[in-house]
């Protein structure tokens, strides 16, 4: 029997998992990333591989440990490295000895029928056209729940009023949406959690808002980015990630399998700085840089994994871009040696530089009116 394992990222394990044992395979559910699956990525990735694929090696190594025979993973097309990354992670851990099959899954775009072919190894039960209906109608509505509860914890955080209650209501919303076993399930899940979050005290304040940009196992995993999201919204910054796992789905497979562009406008909006495609979430990082520039937002964050290529690129443009929008900007690169608390510093030093901004810009606007009422 086929035992499936896949890379951590996020809550994504939890309908990754329901759909794997829907099609009828045993599933070896892949740990959180921790000290140890970084050490294990860091020892046997080449030197200069990005952080991303020390973590992905790394939590292979652990999930065949654990018994997996084969591995899921999504493919990827350059100029970055991501189109080989599959490809290398097999080679390395087959010559350390370990005996599996490595399926990947190509954007539906460019690869429809290796696609069509990965999916069809990885259906080991007789299912029906109805039991496709329902198993993805199911699995589809948990990732949906699970981005929703994500958002709203970055919502209340920093207006929170006993530290940590937006944390803990969110790892319960989680617990629940991951107990459901069928969509009828969901809906009463779904008002349980909006009714946890309403429970929470809140105090009434206009957070520092912050819009954050990068490439994406880096956007979505916290423990790769030292969990800065929930490190911020304690600091009482309301922070707004560009990317959510539903949304790439739908830009990424299935817009992209009729070959429409999803992200169309943030490329437009790019366009001006950064025209050519170069891989991984560059251009993007720009174009939603812009975007939340024109929303108001008092600044960016951009994480950045160490040696990646189009961020590298991307961090070259921002400091340009957000000056000449009005806006803050800090870039962090992340890799093994990235430490909690030298991040904490950096945060709060970024938050209060923002907020003596924003104060100085009320300050100015409130003059003219002030020298009115005086005269
Ligand atoms: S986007 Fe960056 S981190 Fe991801 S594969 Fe490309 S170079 Fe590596």
């Known amino acids: 029997m086929r035992k499936v394992s896949f890379p951590y990222m996020g809550t994504s394990y939890i309908p990754f998992k ?11 559910v892949p740990p959180k990333p921790t000290e140890e699956t970084i050490s294990l990525g860091t020892k046997f990735a080449p030197e200069f591989a990005c952080y991303p694929f020390k973590i992905v090696l790394g939590t292979y190594v652990q999930c065949l440990e654990a018994g997996a025979n084969t591995l899921v993973s999504s493919g990827g097309v350059g100029p970055c490295r991501a189109g080989l990354y599959t490809t290398l992670q097999e080679k390395i851990l087959k010559d350390l000895g370990y005996e599996f099959e490595m399926i990947t899954l190509e954007p539906p775009g460019r690869h429809f029928k290796d696609l069509l072919q990965s999916i069809k190894k990885l259906i080991n039960a007789p299912l029906t056209l109805k039991d496709y209906i329902s198993i993805t ?15 709203l914890s970055h919502k209340i955080r920093p207006l929170e009023i006993k530290k940590g ?3 803990r209501v969110y790892k319960k919303c989680v617990e629940l949406i991951a107990s459901a076993e069928k969509y009828r399930d969901l809906p009463e899940i779904e008002r349980e959690c909006e009714l946890l979050y309403d429970g929470i005290q809140k105090r009434d304040s206009d957070p520092i808002k912050i819009g954050i940009v990068g490439e994406i196992y880096v956007l979505l995993e916290p423990s790769s980015n030292l969990e800065i999201e929930e490190m911020l919204g304690e600091l009482g910054v309301y922070v707004e990630r560009s990317m959510f796992l539903s949304q790439y789905t739908i830009y990424n497979a299935v817009l992209d399998l009729f070959h429409m562009a999803g992200e169309r406008n943030v490329k437009k909006t790019a366009a001006p700085y950064f025209k050519e495609m170069c891989g991984g979430h560059g251009r993007e990082s720009v174009g939603n840089a812009i975007l939340f520039a024109k929303r108001g937002f008092d600044g960016v964050i951009q994480l950045s994994p160490f040696t990646c290529i189009p961020e590298i690129v991307a961090k070259s ?11 803050g900007f800090l870039t962090i690169s992340l890799d093994e040696q990235t430490g909690k608390e030298g991040l904490r510093t950096r945060l709060e030093a970024f938050v209060d530089l923002l907020m003596a901004k924003r104060n100085q810009t009320k300050s100015f606007t409130v003059k003219p009116q002030i020298a009115k009422e005086m005269a």
């Open 165 to 167: 209650e937006a944390t």
């Open 137 to 151: 109608r199911f699995v589809w509505k948990q990732l949906v729940l699970l981005d929703k509860v994500e958002r």
């Open 317 to 327: 443009i921002l400091p340009k871009v957000c000056k000449e929008h009005g806006i």
């Open 18 to 28: 329901n759909l794997l044992e829907a099609f009828g395979n045993e599933v070896v």
